[in-house]
Structures are given as C-alpha cells and as structure tokens.
C-alpha cells in the first residue's frame, strides 16, 4: 500500500464517513421525525410534467440501480465463471445501461424543470430540496457521462478491474484506495459525489425510499385499530388489529 | 356474530337552509392551517351541481369506491394491489387542485397601509400558494343557491338519462337544495383499504376513521380510492388529512363541531350496532339497490337480548349499549326508516346518512297550482314529478325512485297529520296508515324531526376512563397537527422554510 494523503482522504475517509452519516442519520431521523417521513408528493400542485418525469425517473432509476449492483458488487471472475465474457457483459452493460441511464436524466430533468419554472412548487421547496436535487442530479449527470464519454464514444473503460475493486474493499474492511486512484476524473467525481449523496440522504426526502409499500400485496384490506392495550375480540381473517402504537 | 359500535349522523335536508355555518367552524377548527386552504372536511353543496370537488361523483372519471368484477368480487374500482403500487409515481386518477379551487386570500395590509388619496383603497385577492395577484374564478360552493347553474350545474354528474335533460334545460324552474357533506366514517372504507402503508384506520371502538400522520408517507392511493373525495392532501406535508369526526369532541361526549353549531339543528348523532363479520358480504350485494337494505341488514337491534349478549362479549359497555337504545341515528335509518344513505352504489357503506328533503316536491305542487298542505295533492306529485324523484333517488338509493318515494310519502303523511293535530283537530290516520305508521310512532317521529332537544339529537358516550390512560398515550395529540405544535424540538425536515412561518405572512397576504 502506497497510496498518498490525499488518496486516503478522499477514498477511505471520505467514503466511510459518508457511510456512518447515513447510517447514524437513518436511525435519528426514524426515531425523531417519523412525521416528517414522507415522499412529500406535489402531484396535487402540479401533474402534467410529473406524470411523465416521475415514472420515467423511478422506472430508469431502478434499472440504474440494479445495473450498480451488478457492476459494483458482483466481481468480474463471478461474471466470467458464469461463462459470460468481458465482452459479452459490457455491450450488455452499455446498451441497457444507456436506455436506463437516458430514461433517469430525462425523468430528473422534467422533474428538476416543474420545480424551479413551476411558482406553486418552487416555493413549496425544503431547505433539503435544494441540496437533494443539485446533488442528485449532479450524480447522475456525471455517471451518465463517464459512461457516455468512455464506454459508448471512447475506447471502453473496465471499471470492474479498478472502481468496483474499491468499492468492494470499503465493505470488506480492506480499503484499496490506489484501486480508484487511476481511474478516469468522470467516475472518480461521479463515486464522490455518490458518497455526499449517501451523506445527505437520511436528511432529505430520499428516505421514501425505506418506506416502499411492498407489504401492501398481501396485507388485508380493512384496517382496524383499538385504543386500548386490552386484547380485541375482533378477530377474522379478513381484518386485523395491530397491537403497534396509533400514533 | 362480532358487534362493533360505531358513531354515526344522520342529517335532516329539509331543514338545511345552506348558511355554511358548519363548514366554517369546521374550518376555523381543524384546517385553518397551511396546506389545507384548498380543503373542506365539511362543505356545503347546492344540488343539482356540479360539487366539491368538480364532478367528484364521476367515478368513471376519479375512480372512486367499489365495484364487482365480472366473477362478483368485490374490489376497488381504481385497480387492484398491483397495479395501485406501479401508480404510486404518478397517479393518473388524482384530482388537482384546479379540481378544487385555487386557494386564495386577500392584501388586507392595503387597507391600512396604503397611502392617503382619492380612491378608497382595496385588498385585491392574492393567490396562497404563489404569493401572486389571482382572479377568484372557482370555489367550494361556487353555484351557491343554484347561482350559474345555467352554465355549470348541467355537468352534475347525477344528471343522467331523459328526466335529466329536462332538468338542464329549466333550471330556474325546477328544484335545488343544499346538501351538507363530511367524511362518511364508511363501515368498507375504500381510502383505508387503499393505503399502501397501512396508515390509514378504522377504530374498533366507535367507528371513526383516522389516518395515522406518523405511518403516511403520503403515497395519495387515499384520496383516489375516496369516491366522496373527502381525504385531502396537505400539500405543505405531504401527507393525507381528513374530517376525524372531531373524535376529542365525541370521546369527551360531545357532538362534532359541525352538529354542534348547526344553525337549523337539523344534525343528529348516535351509535349503531352492527354486525363487523357480514360487512363484506353486504358490500357485495349484487344488485346496487338492495345495498341500503344489506347495509340496514348490518344494524343490529339494540333492545334485542341476543344483540345486548354478543356486545358485552365484544366488550362493549353497559353506557354505551343504553346510549344505542336512546339512538336519534337508529330511530331514524332503522325504526323509521326515513333516512338514506348517500350514493350506497360506491359500496363503501357509508355512515352519514340524510333525510331526503320534501320541499323539491312541495315546490313542485306549488308551481302546479296544488296545495301543498294538502297530502292527496304531495301525494299525487311525488308519483308523477318524475325530475326531483329521479334525482333524489341517484343520490340516495342508487336510482331506485320506489324507496325515495316511500320516504317522502311518510314525511307528507307525518306533516299532514301533526299539522291537523296542532290546529286542534283529531288527524286522519288513514294516510298515516298508508304509509305503516302508528299515532304514537307519528309523534315519536315528529317530536325527533321537529323539536327534538339539544340531549336527543346528540346522544354520544364518552369514552371509558379506564380506557383514558391508554388514550392520551396513544392519540395525544391533533391527528392532523402539523409544524406549529407545542412540541418545539420538533424536527421539521419535511417542511419547506417557507411554509414554516407561513400562516401569519399568507393571512397578511405577503408570502
């Protein structure tokens, strides 16, 4: 290991500070501020933009998303045990990649447009909207412009042999900053200001994200609650009674 | 069977004289706040029009309440589980607030402040959300007394097939009455079997319908799945607010505001007992007009021995089972059988139910030339003035003309009996009779619609002490509270700056 100062700042400090603000951050944030935890919908304000910004934006994100942990998390040996060559994995990569990385940027851009040209929802802006959005956007235009610069015009960059090789290390407890040291500045700015993005999201709206509805497939449809601690009678299958606090 | 008790209302509509007087406490009480100045949880509406917000009972369009699938399955008619997640990005069937109306206030400062010269200064409206000089274009109650209803309230929904083209096309001539509206507190609420994170409840003990502020993260299936468009987004939290039936009020024995402050006293509050195990089955009846018999099917006798036994076994108290004997509610829907629900065809069993008015049908006999003290001549018309049968009857009976006309003919019998009664004479129960009531039920009926006390049409129990511990633990605060509470170290991620301090500066109309 010889990587310098700076290297140890940006790739190791850095990172790991950002990961325990996000940690901490979540778990203040959910015992303080359950009623400020909400998606924050303005749908009612404004619904043309949203109706085609929002849905393009959360479908290309979660492609996004899933591209992330395949790249990032999954090491490339994996991939090529799997019989599926360098090659291979990256024309898939960059084509997917780019149908979800052009549907995301166009979703975010709608989504950033209704909010400064749109009065009613520019003025309804939190103090955390005005970091989240430049920040989000900030992350996602220069991802998308690594892999635009690099994989779709340039010469082709095998991120997996170098950023993925860091990433892995902050989880593993074995940080090679001098992995990522080399890489190109797009994707260095891009995981860097992924980190501050990781840093801010507890504080933001982003924490909609936990609170996605999945137990709403098989939950009953009817909702009964009782006030006190006493066991219901009330009983079926049909329904329920939690025994959590109402408020 | 499984007994539950629930709160409920029954308004009189004859007597609702349209003065607003309970949407504006209602108001001042529970959403005089930021993010809710578009919201009534109680609004008074002119019928026939176009209503609050427009055209909410085109459920064509909004998507509202429950209907049967082809295999008579009962589910909600804005999709299933599924397809309700894949439009939590955006949802296609949510109303704007142009469906509403844009909220405005006025610069009052100008009044005072502007300086001295010829012309009388004027506080011109300002629009609450932009801060801008806005032109009031829309409201609430914007056809108040059938006021543009020429241009308007031919797009009431309810005006549907022949009878209803007539309707339109002589509007002056024809009828109107106001139609008070507030949550339902449904016994199959749609809004709460549409919320994706569970927020939204039924209370076990007295039916009220709340929505959790701490568990909604303002997902908005709610207010979709709503077919009386009565929960509401606070566009300042992003979260669902809706009329709480003033449930402080109601655990403390009191009457919500609204009833409380009724200027013709036309409210009534009481319990219902009901069955909780044959709910859906009677949500699912598959013909709409026999939903008001399968709802009253649900209503359980309270002086009935087998009904006392089962509702102390669901542990419930002996106060609150002597106060569903005294029910004004349970006289009115069950006994009597004078009240009606509204829209029943959304299937969500709502539990705010209305004495259909007379008067559209005395106003009709009038105009014709009858006497409209005389019961032969109301009689006559309520069988052949199709217009306010028709209408009454897509409101309260999903269109069945017959049962409408049944509650009116009794309300005429009643009228005419008391009235010769009160003039000194002896009454003629032959059309009392008609109508299956007796001398005695006739002034039971008449004592509650006529001069029913303060004490009689409000019989609400408190709830129990020995459940007020578990009480204040529980719903401690304002179900709907938003930044300004007591609480100071509150954190305030989810408002914007803007919105912190706003109430006072939007009231000064400088945001």
Redesign the interface.
Known sequence: MNASGTDLLLWVALPYICLAVFAAGHVWRYRQDQFGWTSRTSQLLEHRWLRWGSPLFHLGAFMVIAGHVVGLAVPASWTEAAGIGEHAYHTVAVWAGSAAGVAMVAGLGMLCARRLLTRRIRLGTDRSDKVLFPLLSATVLLGFLATVAHNVFGGGYDYRQTVSVWFRGLFTLQPQPEAVSGAPLLFQLHALSACLLFAAWPFTRLVHVWSAPIGYLVRPYLVYRRRSSTPAPVSGEAHRLPSRRAV | M?V?AQIAMVMNLDKCIGCHTCSVTCKQTWTNRTGVEYAWFNNVETKPGIGYPRRYEDQERWKGGWMLDRKGRLVLRSGG??K??LS?????D????EDYYEPVTYDYDNLVGAPAGPDMPVARPRSV????PASITWGANWEDGLGGAPEHAGGDPNLRGEWAEKVRFAFEQTFMFHLPRLCEHCL??AC??A????A??????DGIVLV?????????MCVTACPYKKVY?N?????AEKCTFCFPRIEAGQPTVCSETCVGRLRYLGLLLYD??K??EAAAAPDERDLLDAQRGLFLDPDDPEVIAAAR???IPEDWLEAARRSPVYALVSTYKVALPLHPEYRTLPMVWYVPPLSPVLDAVTSAGGDQDDPDHVFAAVTRLRIPLEYLAELFTAGDTDVVAGVLMKLTALRSYMRERILGGTGDETALEAVGLTARQAEDLHRLLAVAKYRDRYVVPA?HK??AA??T?????C?VESHGGPAGR??????????RSAPEALAGGR?
Request: charged share 25%; hydrophobic share 35%.
């Open positions: 499984r539950l589980r599924g309700r997640l939590l990005f955006s949802n296609p949510l109303p704007s607030l959300l932009t801060g801008r199959n609420p709460v079997s919320c994706p994170s569970g939204m409840y039924k209370r076990a003990e959790d502020q701490d568990r909604c993260r303002g997902w908005r987004i566009h300042a939290t992003g979260k909780a195990d709910v859906g076994e669901s542990g709830a020995e459940d578990a009480l633990a529980l719903e401690n605060r179900p509150k954190v305030m991620l989810g408002i914007p700056a803007l919105r945001p």
